[in-house]
């Protein structure tokens, strides 16, 4: 069974930093790329980040560029998302998902799992 497992939300205000974390088990992970979506209330689910299977390639949301930093660890089986100078409009739940090497990383559909998602706020 597959499971992705996110932590390291919280509350923060602006201008202030969190790291989120996605534990993946029951599966071999760098088999997949690995990707950070959000979603805030109201809206559709939004890609914000993506790494390849070995962590070579990157790439964000032009939103997030210079501020968020996605990264992987595959002997802990974990992929992170470091995020920096947080806005207010970053608030959402935050979802990491798994895909295989083909298809579109930035697109939702593309991903086969995903974990249950983790609250940011950042206030003002």
């Known amino acids: 069974q597959v499971q992705l497992v996110e932590s390291g939300g919280g509350l923060v205000q602006a201008g202030g930093s969190l790291r989120l974390s996605c534990a993946a088990s029951?599966?071999?992970?760098?088999?997949?790329?690995m990707g950070w979506f959000r979603q805030a209330p109201g809206k559709e689910r939004e890609f914000v980040a993506t790494i390849s299977r070995r962590g070579g390639l990157t790439y964000y949301l032009d939103s997030v560029k210079g501020r968020f930093t996605i990264s992987r660890d595959n002997a802990k089986n974990t992929v992170y998302l470091q995020m920096n100078s947080l806005k207010p409009e970053d608030t959402a739940v935050y979802y990491c998902?798994?895909?295989?090497?083909?298809?579109?990383?930035?697109?939702?559909?593309?991903?086969?799992?995903w974990g249950q998602g983790t609250q940011v706020t950042v206030s003002s």
């Open positions: 029951g599966l071999t992970f760098s088999n997949y790329d």
């Open positions: 998902a798994a895909k295989l090497y083909y298809g579109d990383s930035s697109l939702a559909r593309e991903y086969k799992y």
